[in-house]
């Protein structure tokens, strides 16, 4: 089952648009995880270098994802992006405990943002079919996620590569799409 078979059956008002901002660090996923969305190939993916948008019209629903790309030079850029975000994707490779720290610093100024605060936050914990994966308690702990007071989140642990747990994250976001700001 798909993204659009998810939306198709939560669909509430037609011809509703949702946009969805998708982030995270270079080589957490992020067009991976896209693509698994979009039922695309996910044999060759290359790294991001600007962002890659897909949008689709299904009953009624407009989706449009906007992955950006995670590498350091671009992030300063993100907040071109920022504006009429409904939803917000944060991935995170997990078995990349190096770099837990910069991921959550990257996360703690995404959520000073004026522009996306009320925005419902699912984060990818990606990557979970590593043996070196933390997981979701572990990452939620390190990101001190249970401070975040100014929206509603969901962690959810997934792997991008095999798709498992990538449904259930979606299932969780479409159901915030009522509830987010106009």
Do not use: W
């Given at each position: 089952m798909g993204l659009l078979a998810v939306l198709r059956r939560l669909k509430t008002t037609p011809d509703q648009e949702v946009r969805i901002l998708l982030?995270?660090?270079?080589?957490?996923g992020k067009t991976t995880l896209l693509k698994q969305l979009a039922s695309e190939d996910i044999n060759h993916i290359t790294p991001t270098q600007g962002f890659n948008i897909k949008s689709v019209q299904s009953q009624g629903f407009k989706l449009n994802v906007w992955d950006i790309g995670g590498q350091r030079k671009i992030r300063p850029y993100w907040r071109n992006y920022f504006?009429?975000?409904?939803?917000?994707?944060?991935?995170?490779d997990s078995g990349d405990r190096?770099?837990?720290?910069?991921?959550a610093e990257e996360l703690g100024e995404l959520l000073e943002e004026e522009k996306l605060a009320?925005?419902?936050m699912l984060i990818f914990a990606n990557k979970q079919d590593?043996?070196?994966?933390?997981s979701p308690a572990e990452?939620?702990?390190?990101?001190?996620?249970?401070?975040?007071?100014d929206r509603i989140w969901q962690?959810?642990?997934?792997?991008?590569?095999?798709?498992?747990?990538?449904?259930?994250?979606?299932v969780w976001l479409c159901k915030c799409i009522?509830?987010?700001?106009k």
């Open positions: 982030l995270g660090l270079d080589n957490a504006e009429n975000t409904d939803l917000l994707i944060y991935v995170i190096k770099r837990f720290e910069e991921t009320m925005i419902p590593l043996m070196t994966a933390a990452l939620a702990e390190g990101l001190h996620l249970h401070t975040i007071r962690i959810q642990a997934c792997s991008a590569l095999t798709g498992e747990g990538v449904q259930d994250g979606m009522p509830t987010r700001r």
